[in-house]
């Protein structure tokens, strides 16, 4: 599982210097089929990852790729999935909160998730037997051509989580937040903060311990949350899905999920 894990932070960071060259006045926009914008750099990544990850003779499922029947998926008992550039619309924007996202998936579960966000050049992991962490200045310690092991990696990061908010602090989107989740944060009465990230960085700042609670009450995909919920979980927090209270469940027959809320602890 280690060199799973050391090819996936691998790709993560190659994946986001193909953004990071794309990011200015070389991006190209165009709209889904699903009227959702797509970029060339969402592309471009989506192909680094997809070669790299396709010789391991593990499946694929990826945000930007054809997604095969769940006649096919159903009999699979590992996968990967992949937004090979989770924040699109940040990304569109100029704003720095767009991610690289790998997980690989067990029975239904995330057992590793990589997280690069090549804009900060902050990358975050993790994996079961190892627990997650954060990493600053990440392309300093990997390139492809890197022989470091993930014990090398792991001895210049920090172990998740790493901090505690001093008020209970609520996580938010800045596309995706709606009347729902207004009307559910108005019910917290006691006092409380707000953070707003994009993308998967919800997800991280609850890993790490930098807030307490991310409410999703919108439609999100299996990609989007994967890498996230994998570090989540693997850093003691947990994501509940609002149909019955449990935990997400992964390559469903529907790759969306249920509106769900994340918490920094198992609750």
Excluded at 4 to 21: C, H, P, Q, R, Y
Excluded at 111 to 130: F, M, N, R, S, T
Aim: with cysteine; net charge neutral.
């Amino acid at each position: 599982m280690s060199e799973l894990l050391n090819i996936s932070i691998k790709t993560a960071i190659e994946a986001g210097f193909k953004i990071m060259e794309l990011f200015n006045d070389k991006m190209r926009v165009s709209i889904k089929r699903n009227f959702t914008p797509v970029t060339n750099a969402d592309r471009a990544a989506n192909q680094v990852i997809v070669d790299r990850l396709s010789s391991l003779e593990i499946p694929v499922i990826s945000e930007e790729s054809a997604i095969l029947s769940y006649k096919e998926r159903q009999h699979w008992k590992m996968l990967w999935l992949i937004d090979p550039l989770d924040g699109t619309k940040e990304f569109i924007s100029h704003s720095h909160d767009f991610t690289v996202n790998i997980a690989l998936i067990n029975n239904g579960m995330p057992v590793l998730g990589v997280i690069y966000a090549p804009a900060h050049d902050l990358l975050y992991y993790g994996e079961e037997k190892l627990g997650s962490f954060k990493l600053e200045h990440a392309s300093k310690f990997v390139t492809s051509e890197s022989q470091n092991g993930v014990d090398s990696l792991i001895s210049v990061s920090m172990k998740l989580p790493c901090s505690n908010p001093e008020i209970y602090t609520y996580l938010v989107s800045k596309s995706h937040i709606n009347g729902k989740t207004r009307r559910y944060l108005k019910k917290d009465t006691n006092p409380k903060q707000f953070i707003s990230k994009g993308s998967s960085l919800k997800l991280c700042a609850l890993a790490e311990g930098s807030a307490d609670e991310y409410p999703r009450f919108g439609r999100t995909m299996e990609w989007d949350t994967a890498a996230g919920d994998a570090i989540l979980r693997l850093a003691g927090g947990q994501i509940k899905n609002m149909v019955n209270l449990q935990p997400l469940n992964y390559n469903k027959e529907d790759l969306a999920n249920p509106e769900f809320i994340a918490y920094r602890r198992s609750r």
